[in-house]
């Protein structure tokens, strides 16, 4: 816990506004399936306790941040309001998870009354030997709350985060959980975090869940305590002033995953090593890594993004993503592009612009490949996908010392892209209905 001496000024403004809230509310009694398993004698957790949303308690924040104003967002920045936590022990499973205020500062008064402080609560404290610290035991997700023109609030297919985020655990022997149970408790802290879901279009609020191991001890072996988290942040849309289509570096000195390894995972320990190959493109004058594989610079990933390349063979467009061979993360948006595309071609549902005659492939792909197309004037357009852009149009790869000229459309995207991004937006935002909007207020 810190303590942290503000100015007078803002002392006085806070604590009026928020006196009344410091209060932990029970909301057990709204889930009737009360199921805890206890040993009655000792007391103790007879089986190890999953995720029990019935067991949530509320205590709202005494001093409610501003919003700041939508267009003044950058991505991660602001943290909204609350946050959720729920510790995991071997011997007890996992405990009552609790809404918390999320690094909000507390008044606090000492006993003699004229010394008085604010404290900043909503942190985490962690012992320096944790395992998180030493042996990266850390794994997240990413996903996104959106408000409707009606007021709705929804989250786009988070069951797929739930699945990818248990995937993830069980690759760190970190401790998985009822997917559903922890989604219940994530609609409590956006519902009541809702205001923070801003309203202008193209804004979301950003979902960060993360687990961490994190017992106090200096050996390698799986963790006997872990937290999960989940905090939120408002963003602004990725592309605000249109689509800018992005150049890439073809990256072979620096490897993002190896087969064998934890590319497929959501592991913080993926993302720290980026960093400097992401810095080197950025030199050399491109936007990201265009992630390439083996002696035959098999396409990948793109930075943080899945990939997808559009190659024309006479009549016929094909949709081609990298295939899920343990190197790619296996990404929501990845997945639904799919099968948007592949509704068109048979026919579920034709979407308007898309090419008649389509063919949608989850095959290897290589820098061979892409140049080939390119000469002969077949290769189409390339993007990336992830729940932050959606969409991200590629320009050109720098390649063995020159540059590949990617196609882009008008406004930036291409024939392919733009109708599968209009729906997948018209998706999210509601203006289409669909069963993968899982409501989280009305
Ligand atoms: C390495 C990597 N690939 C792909 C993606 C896209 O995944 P999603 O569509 O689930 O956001 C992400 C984004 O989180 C990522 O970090």
């Known amino acids: 816990m810190s303590f942290v001496r503000l100015p007078f000024r803002f002392t006085r403004l806070t604590r009026s506004a928020t006196r009344s809230s410091w209060r932990p509310t029970a909301i057990g009694s709204r889930y009737m399936s009360q199921n805890i398993n206890r040993d009655s004698t000792m007391g103790k957790a007879a089986v190890p306790l999953d995720i029990e949303p019935s067991r949530l308690t509320v205590t709202k924040t005494m001093s409610p941040k501003v919003l700041p104003p939508s267009k003044s967002l950058i991505f991660g920045k602001t943290l909204s309001d609350h946050m959720l936590r729920i510790r995991w022990t071997e ?14 500062y507390r008044f606090r008064r000492n006993f003699y009354r004229y010394v008085s402080s604010y404290v900043l609560v909503g942190t985490i404290n962690l012992s320096p030997s944790a395992t998180v610290i030493h042996y990266a035991q850390s794994l997240f997700e990413g996903m996104k709350a959106y408000r409707h023109e009606d007021g709705t609030v929804t989250m786009f297919r988070p069951d797929m985060n739930m699945k990818r985020m248990n995937t993830s655990a069980q690759r760190l022997a970190l401790p998985t959980f009822e997917g559903n149970a922890l989604l219940e408790c994530i609609k409590e802290l956006i519902s009541l975090d809702r205001q923070w879901v801003p309203k202008e279009p193209g804004h979301s609020l950003y979902i960060r869940p993360t687990l961490i191991g994190t017992n106090g001890t200096l050996g390698v072996a799986p ?16 592309y605000p002033r249109g689509f800018k289509p992005v150049p890439l570096h073809g990256t072979t000195e620096y490897i993002r995953a190896a087969p064998g390894g934890t ?3 959501k592991l913080a320990a993926n993302y720290a090593p980026g960093v400097v190959a992401q810095k080197s493109a950025s030199k050399q004058g491109y936007a990201q890594n265009l992630w390439l594989h083996g002696p035959e610079h098999w396409l990948t990933e793109v930075g ?10 006479k009549d016929v467009t094909e949709l081609i993503t990298p295939p899920l061979d343990g190197m790619i993360l296996p990404g929501v948006t990845r997945d639904s592009v799919l099968a948007l595309a592949r509704n068109h071609v048979s026919g579920v549902k034709r979407l308007e612009g898309l090419p008649d005659v389509m063919k949608v492939s989850e095959r290897p792909i290589n820098m061979g490949e892409i140049i080939q197309s390119s000469k002969e004037g077949r290769l189409i357009e390339l993007f990336g996908t992830g729940t932050a ?25 291409g024939p392919v892209s733009k109708p599968l991004w209009t729906e997948l937006v018209g998706i999210q935002t509601g203006v289409i209905k669909s069963d993968w909007n899982y409501v989280v207020a009305q």
């Open 389 to 413: 852009c959606v969409v991200t149009p590629v320009d050109r790869i720098g390649y063995n010392g020159g540059d590949v000229m990617i196609p882009t459309g008008k406004d930036g995207m």
């Open 91 to 104: 011997a007890t499973g996992w405990e009552a998870p609790s809404i918390e205020p999320c690094e909000s």
């Open 263 to 265: 590319g497929a995972y």
């Open 223 to 238: 963790p006997t305590e872990a937290l999960l988290f989940v905090i939120t942040s408002p963003v602004g849309p990725y």
């Open 304 to 313: 943080t993004m899945n990939l997808f390349a559009v190659i024309k063979d």
